[in-house]
Each structure stands twice: as C-alpha cells, then as structure tokens.
C-alpha cells in the first residue's frame, strides 16, 4: 500500500511540473506574438505553481502532491483558455471557474477548520464550516468578478487589450452560479482530504504561537 501511495505522490508531482512546463511554454508563446493578455495570466499562473514549494520551504507548509496538482490544473486551464477557449468553447468558463473556486473553498474551509483545532474558544459546527466555504468563495469570486470588469474597462480606456475577459452582467451571474457549485463540491465531498492540510496549518498556528511565548 505504501509503495502505491509513494508511485501515486510521484506520478502527480510529475504531471504538476508538467504543466508548469507547458504554462511556461504558453507564456513564451505570448511573449512572441506580443498579447499581452496571455504574458500576463501564464506570469501569474506561473508563480502560482511555485506558492506550494515557497510555502513548504518559508513556511514549513508541505502541500500534498494532489493538492498542488489541483491548484497546478486550475492555474493552467485558465491560461490556456487565453489562447481562445473562453472565446470559441462555450463550456470553457464554467469549468475553470468552477475548478478555481474548489481551490479558494479549499483555502477557505482548511484555514477556518485550523482556527477551530487551533483555538480553544473557537467551536466550528459543520453547519457553519460548510456556510463559511461557500460565502468565503461567493466574496472572493465578486471580487474576481470586480478585477475583471476593471480590467476591461482599463483596457477600452487607454485602448489595450484587456488582461483579463468579461462579457457582461449575464457572464458574471453565471461565473457566480458556477463558484457556488465549486465551493458546494469542497464543503460535501472535499472534507477528508483537507483534513491533512488543515492539520499542517494548525501546527503552523502552534509553532507561530510557541515562538511568540519564546
């Protein structure tokens, strides 16, 4: 069994530089036909791929290789849909922002799951664990929702192609509908397996505060 889960551990660790390969190439491919666009969301996408090693080195924070392959997926989709998925597939949208949203439910759920190991005055019930998930990422997703709609607006202003794609008030209420499915995903199914990553964080809260007390 241990021998399968070390084989598994590898083979996703692969495929994680795998893509980062490819999200390097796609931004070399920006960088040659000068859109911007793309230069920009593959540089973010890119250093994105690398927060889980800056964490495990500054922070002590170890990702499981299925989460770092998860966030490495989600960062790369969006990316390649720069090149014309979100333009020409219809289906393009929906899917990464609902992959994105798991990953900012996940973030949302370990870290307020943390606080309540962490914190003896703090008592989570799964009712309030699963509402916080799903307002956590309905907030960041406005948020997003507001980044792109003045991106574009920037964009039309000074005459740039715009970073990022926004088609209008019908494209950001759908955008929402799909980062509540995302976030309602994390908060039924993901549970278990954020439970290791809300356990690293909490022993990151312990260290921080043994430190502190020192």
């Known amino acids: 069994m241990g021998q399968f889960v070390d084989r598994a551990a590898r083979y996703q660790r ?14 070399v491919a920006g960088l040659l036909t000068l859109n911007v666009g793309v230069v920009v969301n593959a540089t973010a996408a890119l250093a994105v791929t690398f927060l889980p090693a800056v964490l495990a080195r500054d922070d002590s924070l170890r990702l499981d290789p299925k989460l770092t392959l998860w966030v490495t997926l989600a960062v790369f989709l969006h990316t390649l849909g720069m090149f014309g998925g979100y333009e020409h597939v219809w289906w393009w949208d929906h899917v990464t922002h609902t992959l994105s949203a798991t990953v ?111």
């Open 104 to 214: 900012v439910a996940a973030v949302g759920y370990a870290t307020a799951r943390a606080l309540d190991e962490y914190s003896d005055a703090i008592r989570f019930t799964g009712g309030f664990l699963f509402a916080f998930t799903l307002l956590f990422t309905i907030a960041l997703g406005v948020l997003w929702e507001v980044v792109e709609f003045s991106m574009r607006e920037l964009g039309h202003l000074f005459d740039l192609e715009p970073v990022l794609v926004q088609y209008g008030l019908e494209d950001t209420v759908v955008d929402l509908v799909f980062d509540i499915v995302g976030a309602i995903l994390v908060a039924t199914f993901g549970t278990r397996e954020l439970s290791d990553l809300a356990n690293r964080l909490t022993e990151r809260f312990e260290r921080d505060r043994d430190t502190r007390v020192k």
């Open 14 to 27: 692969g495929l994680s530089r795998l893509l980062q390969v490819a999200i390097a190439a796609m931004l």
